[in-house]
């Protein structure tokens, strides 16, 4: 066979190791093993929260059940309302919003961060504003001092997706570990998997068990309180108590299979985690600043795809620079997370004013001039050197 002499780079590659499919192999060659969830999906949470640093988690099928169910939270404390959400974000941050009747407003990104801007975020805090959902885009950190000071003495709730950032810091500290409820992904692309799969993270107690109910149809027998339990045993006599449904819910839960890669996956994601960071900082070095955005933040950054931003706003060299990615078998996605500005998706033409969009130039820049590209732990220096000569060699 003749050796390709294209680079070939994928968007992520072996995530899922030899040993780790060994493992699950092995576990499926025991004598009826379970296979719904349960214990190891229940060390699964405990070691995830002990790695965060916060009290409680719940392990669900997907980043975007993470999202839905923390919003479903939010809606047993608040009835309507606005969440303050990112234009660059994915699109279950803003659908989880409407779905559980809240009206998403839009922040600009700050250009350094990808994540939205302290100031914009401020701007549009008011009387009605429930939680500010901030999404940690691409490993990048979006907190700050002041918004977190702001949001504390206006005791507006902070709700953290960290699905594309785990393992970036704030002062030294994981992102995730800030807000009132924070979400993670386990999707193949990301950081680490368990193929597909989610987790909601709280120190908040009473936020912990509606988690755990929201998860499993809403049903009072999935709390671990035992006093919730007879309480609700209580007050309706005439229901069986392992059947009673405390509010209108989903089944999310995830399965044994995902608990135990979860368990293997996060035993080797600080090694991981570090070889990414290195990656990243030889791809910034190399890029060319007088095309590409180089100015990053990159102060606790923990990134899983190099960010590629046109300086100049060029249709043409846009188009060039696809055409040379895509002939060197170099996988993209162009608008970073999740396509571009969300105000321009067609799930959004009802509920914004028309070409609202235009007022938000720091993501429309991204929308049309941004991509990332994959960055995993055995990429080789070689490869990021070559890339970064391709990415350079773009007029
Ligand atoms: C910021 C963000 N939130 C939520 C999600 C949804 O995660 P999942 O794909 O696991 O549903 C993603 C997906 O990539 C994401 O990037």
Redesign the pocket.
């Known amino acids: 066979m003749v050796a390709s002499s294209k680079l070939n780079h994928p968007l992520m590659r072996n995530n899922i190791s030899r040993d780790d499919l060994d493992a699950l192999i092995e576990y499926l060659k025991k004598d009826d093993p379970k296979l719904t969830q349960s214990s190891n999906v229940r060390y699964f949470e405990e070691e995830w929260s002990s790695w965060l640093g916060v009290k409680h988690s719940v392990f669900v099928n ?4 993470a ?1 839905l169910i923390t919003l479903a939270v939010l809606r047993e404390l608040h009835e309507g309302g606005e969440v303050i959400v990112p234009p660059l ?2 699109v ?2 803003v659908a989880s919003v409407m779905q559980n009747g809240f009206k998403p407003v839009f922040a600009d990104i700050n250009p350094r961060t990808l994540c939205m801007d302290t100031s914009k975020i401020l701007e549009k805090i008011n009387s009605r504003t429930r939680a500010v959902f901030m ?1 940690h ?1 691409q490993g990048f950190n979006g907190l700050s001092d002041i918004l977190l000071q702001e949001l504390a003495n206006r005791k507006i709730p902070l709700i953290e ?1 960290v ?2 950032s785990h393992g970036a810091t704030f002062r030294s500290r994981k992102l995730g570990s800030f807000g009132w409820i924070s ?1 993670f ?3 193949y ?2 950081h680490m998997t368990t193929i ?3 987790m909601v993270c709280t120190n908040d107690d009473d936020a912990y068990q509606m988690l755990r109910m929201f998860r499993s149809h809403g049903m009072v027998r999935e709390s671990s309180d035992s006093e919730l339990r007879a309480r609700y045993a209580e007050e309706n006599p005439n229901l069986n108590p392992d059947f009673i449904f405390a509010f209108p819910a989903y089944n999310v839960r995830n399965t044994e299979i995902g608990g135990l890669l979860g368990r293997r996956q996060l035993m080797k994601l600080d090694r991981n985690n570090q070889r990414r960071r290195e990656n990243f900082e030889l791809f910034i070095a190399r890029l060319d600043g007088t095309k590409f955005k180089t100015d990053f933040e990159v102060v606790g950054n923990c990134n899983y795809a190099f960010p590629v931003v046109l300086l100049e706003p060029s249709t043409e060299r846009r188009d060039r620079l696809e055409k040379l990615l895509t002939n060197q078998n170099i996988e993209y996605r162009r608008g970073n ?2 396509g571009g500005n969300q105000l321009r998706q067609p799930y959004l033409k009802d509920v914004i004013k028309d070409r609202e969009w235009e007022n938000f130039p720091q993501a429309e820049h991204i929308h049309h001039y941004g991509w990332y590209i994959g960055n995993y732990p055995d990429l080789d220096r070689e490869t990021i050197e070559k890339i970064c000569v391709l990415l350079n060699s773009c007029s």
């Not at 997907?62 to 059940?65: A, D, I, L, P, V």
């Open positions: 997907s980043g975007s059940s999202n974000t994915w279950s941050d999404t885009v997706d699905c594309e979400n992904s386990f999707y692309a990301h597909e799969g989610g997370a999740g």
